[in-house]
Structure formats: structure tokens, C-alpha cells
């Protein structure tokens, strides 16, 4: 199974190789990849070019090495998920782990603005799961998520929704979160959302919207969270 000659250099071709097959399910989440001898003599290349490849999706977070043991297709967890995407915490405080009580999953028509956000034709369903993210005890996050049922079919009728939502969609429905394309805005809180998050009406907020990429590059779920400023702030790590 060569790859083609054209303009993309080698190790970029195995790369989107293996990111399809990923995509696809051909190796499931904490599945182990066949050696680098192996893919490289499957593909027509080097093995330094399948390692460069390979590195590449390691530092993406989409495969993990295990020292001694081989190259493993990245699994979310709870607690890896958590620490990964979730960016709010107290000033100057370490990461945590947020409580999530779900308020209210409905199914309705998308909105012409959120069928642009979610890349989806207009007047497709949609699922919208309205959530409280409380840290330390104290609530945190008022958050809307919504979920194209195109891309999680019945997921509103799921029994009970995990403190992660990726760790849901990796294990029922294929779709691996690799990325988070947030905005961030400075508002006055609506009296109803400052009502849940035990402040009054006006209060300043900040309000993130959120895409979620899936590794095939599409976005499989967009979501607006409203975060007190008094208590807590949005935290990035860059390098």
C-alpha cells in the first residue's frame, strides 16, 4: 500500500494515513500500533519517516508511548480529559477537577448562527445539555452544550452523562476530542444564569465559546460557558 508522489513530504502522507484509520476505527482507543518496521514496510517508506509521523501525533496527544511496551492510540479518561480541556480554576490555584450537576437535555432545531458554529446544514437537530460546574464547592460554570444528533444519535437519552462528555463520545461514538478552539468575551450575566451561579443580575462574567475537534477535523460539539470572574479564572499554559 504505497503512498503517492506529490506535494505533501513523505512523512506528512503517513501521517494523514494513520489519522483516517484512527478516524475510522481501524485501531481503537488504547490500541497498540503495529511496530515501526511493520507500517514503514506496509506503506512503501522509511522507518524514519513513519517515526516522524509518529512523533507528530504523539505531540498532538493522539498517540501515547509507553516506554518498553510500543505506540498506543490516546485514551480519554475522566481524569485525563478533565486535566487536558478543562481550563478554569482559582487564581493562582493548581488544577481541579469540577463537580458537574446537569440541569436540563433537550432536543431542538439549531439556530442559523449555531448550525454555522457546528458546520451543519440549517434546521437539523440538535441536542443542548444546560450543566452547573461547581469548584471547591462553590458554583463555578454555567455551561450550554450542544451536540449534533447527526454525529451522536440518541445521545439524549443516555441515562446518566459523565463529568468528561469526550470520554462518552470516544467510547460510544468514535469521535476523539484533539482539540479545543476557544473565545473568550467579557459580559454582563443574564439574570437567569447569574441566578444559577449565586450572583446577581449583571454581574461581570466570562464567557468562553468552545469548538471540539474531532481528529478528522470536523467539530462535533460547540458549547457557551458563563464563568464567575470574582472566584475563578481561565488558565492556559503555553510553550
Known amino acids: 500500500m504505497s503512498l503517492s508522489t506529490n506535494f505533501q513530504p513523505l512523512y506528512k502522507q503517513v501521517y494523514d494515513r494513520l489519522i483516517v484509520r484512527i478516524a475510522d476505527g481501524y485501531w481503537k482507543p488504547a490500541a497498540a500500533l503495529p511496530s515501526e518496521f ?3 514496510a506496509e506503506l512503501g517508506v522509511s522507518q524514519g519517516t513513519v517515526r516522524k509521523a509518529l512523533n507528530q501525533l504523539v505531540a498532538e496527544s493522539i498517540l501515547i508511548r509507553r516506554q518498553g511496551k510500543g505506540t498506543y492510540v490516546s ?24 463537580i458537574t450537576e446537569i440541569v436540563d437535555v433537550e432536543r431542538r432545531i439549531a439556530t ?15 441536542v ?28 439524549d437519552k443516555e441515562r446518566e452523562l459523565p463529568n468528561s462528555l469526550y470520554t462518552l463520545y470516544q467510547e460510544k461514538y468514535n469521535i476523539s476530542i484533539v482539540e479545543v478552539r476557544d473565545e473568550l468575551q467579557a459580559v454582563s450575566l443574564p439574570a437567569d444564569i447569574a441566578a444559577h451561579l449565586n450572583l446577581a ?3 461581570p462574567a466570562l ?6 475537534i ?26
Not at 112 to 126: I, T, V
Not at 128 to 155: D, H, M, W, Y
Not at 220 to 225: I, L, R, V, Y
Open 128 to 155: 443542548q445539555v444546560t450543566r452547573i460546574r461547581s469548584i471547591n464547592g462553590k458554583p463555578a460554570i454555567f455551561e450550554r452544550v450542544l451536540q449534533p444528533l447527526a454525529i451522536f444519535p440518541g445521545i
Open 38 to 40: 511493520a507500517l514503514a
Open 201 to 203: 443580575a449583571d454581574s
Open 207 to 212: 464567557m468562553t465559546e468552545r469548538s471540539s
Open 75 to 98: 485514551e480519554h479518561t475522566q481524569e485525563s480529559s478533565m486535566f487536558r480541556f478543562f481550563r478554569y480554576r482559582e487564581a493562582g490555584g493548581e488544577d481541579l477537577i469540577p
Open 214 to 239: 474531532n481528529i478528522d477535523g470536523r467539530v462535533a460539539e460547540w458549547s457557551q460557558a458563563y464563568c464567575s470572574t470574582d472566584n475563578f479564572v481561565y488558565s492556559v499554559s503555553l510553550k
Open 112 to 126: 442559523d448562527r449555531e448550525a454555522k458554529k457546528l458546520n451543519l446544514d440549517k434546521q437539523l437537530d440538535l
